[in-house]
């Protein structure tokens, strides 16, 4: 089976408002341009200089989303061209996201990424560290870092109903802010959750974005 027919066959099993990020970290350019080829236009990175080179080589209406953890230091490398970033999990990164976007003239949609999984490694936030950013005085100041969602990621587990109660928590964590806080916006829409081993339950939970790797792409070989 080629890339074209992976990625048709994820289309084809999810919704219209799901949008699919082919996630092609650590593949060279040629594989994505074979996903490109077949009309996918939308690929998650998650290091940034990984991103910039690919952004660079690559065709220009590609949208460039980075999904893995930044650092406050290298926003300013993709802050003139990407189009989502998946992964923010604290105010000063929001703010210097907003710094870099506003030096480019642009607005940069963002998601706050959760922390639902049981693992202690995973990046993200809890629901009150969340509500204390939103009701931070300063995010009146912040125009050009916009929040359009949220992120998480599940246990790596074989254990599919774990894994099921922890979509149901991001899910019930986006349902609570969009009712207290972005009953009006409707740019907050985006529940990013699924992956290769999980977006079928992803998606009966209400995911919006899937990120997707393995499935499409193949095994990714031991970054050193
Ligand atoms: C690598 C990665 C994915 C994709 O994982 P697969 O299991 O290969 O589909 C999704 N989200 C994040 C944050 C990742 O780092």
């Known amino acids: 089976m080629d890339i074209c027919e992976r990625i048709n066959i994820i289309d084809k099993q999810t ?8 996630v092609s970290k650590t593949h060279p350019v040629e594989t994505i341009t074979d996903a490109y080829k077949c009309g996918h236009k939308v690929f998650g990175e998650n290091k940034v200089q990984e991103l910039v080179a690919k952004y660079e080589a690559l065709p220009k209406d590609i949208q460039w989303h980075m999904i893995g953890h930044l650092q406050r230091n290298k926003v300013k490398y993709i802050a003139p061209f990407v189009s ?9 990164l929001l ?11 642009r607005v940069i949609p963002c998601l ?7 693992e202690e490694t995973k990046f993200g936030f809890d629901l ?8 931070n005085k300063e995010l009146i100041a912040i125009k050009n870092a916009n929040i359009v969602g949220v992120m998480g990621m ?4 074989e254990d599919t109903n774990k894994i099921r109660n922890e979509f149901k928590i991001l899910k019930k964590y986006f349902d609570r802010l969009k009712e207290r806080y972005f009953f009006d916006n409707d740019d907050f ?29 193949g095994l990714r070989s031991c970054a050193l």
């Open 15 to 22: 919704p219209d408002y799901t949008t699919l990020v082919a």
């Open 84 to 92: 989502l970033i998946h992964s923010v999990d604290s105010f000063k």
């Open 95 to 105: 703010r210097e996201i907003d710094k870099h976007a506003k030096n480019n003239n």
């Open 112 to 118: 706050l990424q959760f922390h639902i999984a049981e």
């Open 128 to 135: 009150e560290e969340v509500c204390q950013i939103i009701e």
């Open 154 to 157: 599940a246990s790596f587990t």
């Open 189 to 217: 829409k985006e529940i990013s959750m699924g992956m290769t081993n999980d977006w079928q339950i992803a998606i009966e939970e209400g995911s919006t974005m899937l990120r997707i790797g393995t499935s499409i792409f």
